[in-house]
């Protein structure tokens, strides 16, 4: 009998996965991208898994730059998800002008995005899911969660947007974590009436140290008992605000997923799933320390990887985020073993797939309240406005520029968070795009004073927060944006150590350590905030301006080793 | 002394984020264990500890120690101004000898536990706790 490991090479070597490769070459040269080729999947095994994560009620198609700076903490530097540019290119065997290296990297987005347009929209994924039920009926469809937040849509209705799409979709299991800042009693009275399950293993009670949301959900597939473990975001009360659902406790619990595994394994799971928003590098060691995962579906940082990477005998799997990508995951599992799989990271290429008329009229429906609000143009952008990184992308520093003019501050702070989506040079910047980076339940801009030292405390505490050599104590998000402040970052040096060379630009003079700094942020997880809500003080600004053309940061400098 | 606290946290830390072996630590708490161990060998034994690995509350963050046959176990916050917390005594007809309560932290630490044997041996554990400021989750 062949060995679950070899078969496991075997499947590497030769499955779809270096198929779909080839094609995407084959599509590069001929300069097009078909629906047919984007859902082509020979059906395998009895079970199909549909992943879906971190889409941030992103319910029409986006323009989306993956990261240019992804380094992760030193010890898993270089491997995936860390990978850019042309390094994730060469990793995975992608042609630089191909359809795929487009919608997973950031070189020439500007270029390749005029050729292949945006990508995401929910009517297109549901395309795509109906597409995978035709093959497989009882497929089952599993959201990561972060859901529920990230529009003005979503932030207006309390994230009914989102959940009566997410209904209509026919999800079958999701874990959160930006749910919760809707605070938790609309939580649950969402839960109360959601048509599926709501799991978080790791949400408890503070009073009694209880557990709070299903555990788990088994689901019969195929003649195969599947569990699906849920696992929220285990920092949730430390990355957001906890006054916001004050009764809620998360953490990893590492020692209760492994009792839940062997609890489902108990009750004859032939196949065990945990649905994560952990983030990829924590995914990575839980799924190294706790035994008995067949596949962990990651959430959480946003990663899109076109092959499953393996731990032990584990497959994670990252969908990426916006709506961006679907996975489709089939899988053999005979004997309460899995025995194979065929995996396909399917892009949601928005000008390829034809949009589901049903979702589409859905979602207009769902926009029609605001669409006047919505589609208001701002100003227009001459440069390309994106995000996503380690640092301050282009967005990030235009909203910084904003806070220093409209509150009159020397330095700017603002979060680091992944979500966002991009402008091309060119586009207009409508309301929705200022929400899209701006949309939450705590957006209130504060100006205080804070001295050099507490600037550089909190720079350390974040950059620890990214850069712990331990997954486990990394918090997830990127390091804050700052505006008006140029610094120097060792980001393998240990915490104290890391941030140096603070710099106040307007002067040019070094941050003194004992000077007060006037400084605007928003995003506080602190109760009680004042100030005007971000999307106002953005939309002023980028109003004055008319249009705006803001060049890459080149005032945080980086060093590793 | 020259080396400082994180170097300290970083060679107790190896990946792990409980150990159950002896490791380095502060002479404060050096001094803590002496005075519960009165001196004696500490050795390898089922001590454990739960706790968060960033605490979602510095003011109140939940740990719990168990070892099954100690007579008792002592934590200790050696961060905190005040680092003993508590120490726990177990009778012989104890079902559980395990012990939950919730410490307040002055800073990132080591929470270190003590657990006195029936022999008069002692075990020693520890768990790194970090206290952040919180924030920028995304």
Redesign the interface.
Known sequence: MISRREFFQASLAASALIGAQGGWSRLAAQQSVHQDDLLRFDTFGNVSLIHITDIHAQLKPVWFREASVKLGAAPVRGQPPHLVGQDFLAHYGLDATSAMAHALTHDDFVALGRAYGRMGGMDRVATIINAIRADRPDALLLDGGDTWHGSMTALRSNGQDMVNVMNALGVDAMTS??EFTLGADRVDEIVADLPFAFLGQNIFDTDW?EPVYDPYRMFERGGVRVAVIGQA????????P?WMFPGL????RE?RMQDMVNEVRAQGADLVVVLSHNGFDVDRQMAARVQGIDIVLTGHTHDALPEPLLVGQTLLIASGSNGKFVTRLDLDVRDGRMMGFRHKLIPVFADVIEPDADMAALIDAERAPYLDELTEIVGHTDSLLYRRGNFNGTWDDLICNALIQERDAEIALS?????GPSLMPGDAITREDIYNMTAMSYGQVYRREMTGAQLHG?LE??A??LF???P??Q????M?RVGGLGYRIAVDA???ERISGMVHLASGDPIAMDRAYMVAGW???NEGTQGPQIWDVVESYIRAQGRVSVPENTTIEVVTG | MTYSRRRTLALGLGGLFVTVVPMRVSADAQGLIAAFTGGAEIVEGALHITAPEIAENGNAVPVTVACPDAVSIRILAPANPNPEVCTVHFGPLAGSHSATTRIRMAETMDVIALAEMPDGTFVQAAANVRVTIGGCGG
Do not use: C, K, L
Not at chain 1, 415 to 419: A, D
Not at chain 1, 475 to 478: E, L, N, S
């Open positions: 974590h930006w140290n975001f285990p920092y949730t009360p430390i990355a957001n906890s406790s998360f953490g990893i020692q979060p680091g968070v992944r979500w909190a505490d974040i620890e927060n712990h050599p331990d486990y104590f918090q997830g998000g990127d804050v240990p915490m104290g995003a506080s997880v």
